[in-house]
């Protein structure tokens, strides 16, 4: 009987927690907590309410819990090292260790891996640590991308087109920039449709979950600001509309390559989540971006359909055993619509501002799954904060009815609430189609 520590607060963090608790090996759940997650807590023998970067705090119940092993959901405390101070007290864990995590922290490091090591998947790049030769760099890009070194919670990358028009433009947010962070990556703008494929290593095996589509933007149609993510579709095949077998293996490959160079660069092997931020692109697919823990919303969308026992992956991830272990995914469809208060994403000046701090009401589901975020449960009900409050989560055999069982939970739950009733419908999944369909027909009239 396992005792495991959860570290993390969020809804990607209660469906690792339920993943947990379903396992048939009976272990017992602990949980680290920013804030108070009520879903985890029910699912937990034991929770304690800290700050990711309280070290000594994190060990100190870990020791008192007799933890076995640690799973880290959040890069925070990945980003701290948490990892680190985990194993120097004899604890292992699901994630990889400070040096390691740079694959998410610093979008630097990882462009130079996969240079160095010449894997294939890089755009046109440059790091910079200053301003020199910034503006003559942007000459030759036909559209500017800037990457903060240094995580920025998802919300820290500018597109020319979406966050700024003209080179000025982007040279006054590079200066920006420079203020709170030591480097900036600079890159090409890319055209395609992004996936996400989320990977388990052990350090030398690398096996990939189904792939999942996220969308950023806050309003249906992809309009508004960029969010934290507001919700994510999966298929059946284990494929996506726009994104075939293929596809795929390249991603996959990718990230073996990657995991492969991570240890031939550092002596040290790469044990947790890689999660590789994709584009398919009219000259194949070319990478975003790496997470060093699984997906919010994405994990939602691929730990129910996880058909192997999550503490024999997660133990086969220690002891570097991936390839003797048999891991299935269910063939079914998942559609993940985040419920957030209606002045999410909004300015603080908003009228609807005040709504991220209202009580909710939840009524029947049906059969959808919810996957608690910031939430608060007092004594008269639950409560949002002012970020993404809940995940609901339809899982059928097709999309449509993934959809349909997503939209109908999402209306049982009352409040100055909001979400995207686009995400997994047909319009929207048709639009990623013709939309790819569009780019290779350009190509290949070039």
Same mark, same amino acid.
């Given at each position: ?108 490091? @990882? ?6 090591? !010449? ?98 933007? !806050? ?111 269910? !063939? ?52 949002? @904060? ?61």
């Amino acid at each position: 009987m396992a005792h495991v520590l959860l570290i993390g607060n969020g809804a990607r963090e209660h469906a690792i927690a339920e993943a947990i608790a379903g396992s048939q090996r009976s272990p017992r759940l602990y949980a680290f907590m920013k804030t108070n997650n009520p879903g985890i807590a029910s699912l937990a023998e034991g929770t304690r309410i800290g700050r990711y970067n309280d070290l000594e705090s994190i060990i100190a119940f870990a020791k008192e819990a007799k933890i076995d092993f640690a799973v880290v959901g959040p890069e925070d405390p990945l980003g701290h090292g948490v990892v680190d101070a985990l194993l120097a007290a004899g604890v292992p864990a699901v994630g990889p260790t400070k040096a390691l995590a740079r694959l998410e922290t610093s979008k630097s490091f @990882t462009r130079n891996l996969l240079e160095k090591y !010449r894997i294939p998947g890089n755009p046109c790049f440059r790091n910079f640590t200053s301003l020199d030769g910034i503006e003559a760099f942007f000459e030759g890009l036909t559209g500017i991308v800037l990457k903060p070194d240094g995580l920025t919670g998802g919300k820290g990358v500018l597109v020319q087109g979406d966050h700024f028009e003209t080179p000025a433009e982007a040279l006054d947010h590079c200066r920006a920039i420079f203020k709170d962070h030591p480097g900036l990556t600079v890159e090409e703008k890319l055209e395609g449709e992004e996936f996400s494929l989320q990977c388990f290593s052990d350090g030398r095996t690398v096996v990939a979950t189904p792939p999942v589509q996220d969308h950023k933007r !806050r309003f249906a149609g992809d309009r508004g600001p960029n969010t934290g993510g507001m919700g994510s579709y999966s298929c059946a095949d284990h494929l996506l509309p726009f994104l075939d077998a293929d596809a795929v293996s390249q991603g996959l490959e990718i990230t073996r390559k990657v995991a492969a160079a991570i240890r031939e660069e550092t002596g040290v092997p790469y044990r947790g989540i890689m999660y590789g931020g994709f584009m398919i692109t009219a000259s194949g697919v070319k990478l975003i971006e790496y997470n060093a823990r699984l997906g919010d919303p994405e994990a939602m969308n691929i730990l129910p359909l996880l058909k192997t026992d999550f503490i024999d992956l997660c133990q086969a991830i220690l002891s570097g055993g991936l390839d003797r272990l048999d891991i299935a995914f269910d !063939r079914k469809a998942t559609v993940c619509k985040y419920v957030v208060p209606k002045g999410y994403g909004l300015p603080a000046d908003h009228p609807e501002a005040a709504s991220t701090s209202s009580r909710i009401e939840i009524g029947p589901v049906q059969g959808a799954r919810l996957y608690y975020s910031s939430i608060d449960r007092r004594s008269d009900g639950l409560y949002m @904060t002012s970020s993404r409050a809940i995940g609901v989560v339809g899982i059928a055999a097709d999309l449509p009815e993934a959809e349909r069982i997503a939209e109908r939970a999402v209306s049982a739950i009352r409040g100055p609430v909001d979400h995207r009733p686009d995400i997994g419908t047909e319009p929207l999944v048709r639009r990623r189609v013709d939309h790819m369909r569009q780019i290779k027909a350009n190509t290949s009239h070039k």
